[in-house]
């Protein structure tokens, strides 16, 4: 499955209402961190075709559109990855950190080391 760019509120919902799990990358245009995290982000993609991945950069979002995202997110640093799991979030953490994205994408998919 490819990216899948929000940029406006219906897409957004209409993503999160079709597929089962998603995991959402949240970033803006002039973040450094969100700049340096967001290629491995990228490259996960292919690695998981089970998952829906989503970009959403907010600072090129309508009001409306950023509002609702922020809020049904809980936005509120940058970047932050969002996993859910039907529409419900499951998990969420904000920073360029590559362990927390790997952990989150192998809570669904059973590739825990435990």
């Known amino acids: 499955m490819?990216?899948?760019i929000i940029t406006k509120k219906?897409?957004?919902i209409n993503i999160i209402d079709?597929?089962?799990y998603v995991i959402v990358y949240c970033g803006l245009t002039f973040c450094a961190p969100c700049n340096k995290i967001y290629p491995i982000y990228e490259d996960l993609v292919n690695q998981?075709?089970?998952i829906t991945f989503c970009k959403?950069?907010?600072?090129?979002?309508d009001d409306e559109s950023d509002t609702y995202i922020r809020d049904f997110l809980k936005l509120s640093k940058f970047?932050?990855?969002?996993?859910?799991?039907n529409g419900v979030i499951l998990d969420s953490f904000m920073g360029p950190y590559n362990?927390?994205?790997?952990n989150m994408i192998n809570s669904i998919t059973g590739?825990?080391?435990f």
């Open 56 to 61: 959403i950069i907010l600072d090129t979002l």
């Open 111 to 113: 590739d825990d080391d």
């Open 2 to 4: 490819e990216l899948q």
């Open 99 to 102: 362990d927390k994205l790997i």
């Open 18 to 20: 079709n597929n089962e």
């Open 10 to 12: 219906s897409d957004f």
């Open 48 to 50: 998981h075709p089970n």
């Open 79 to 85: 970047p932050t990855f969002t996993l859910l799991n």
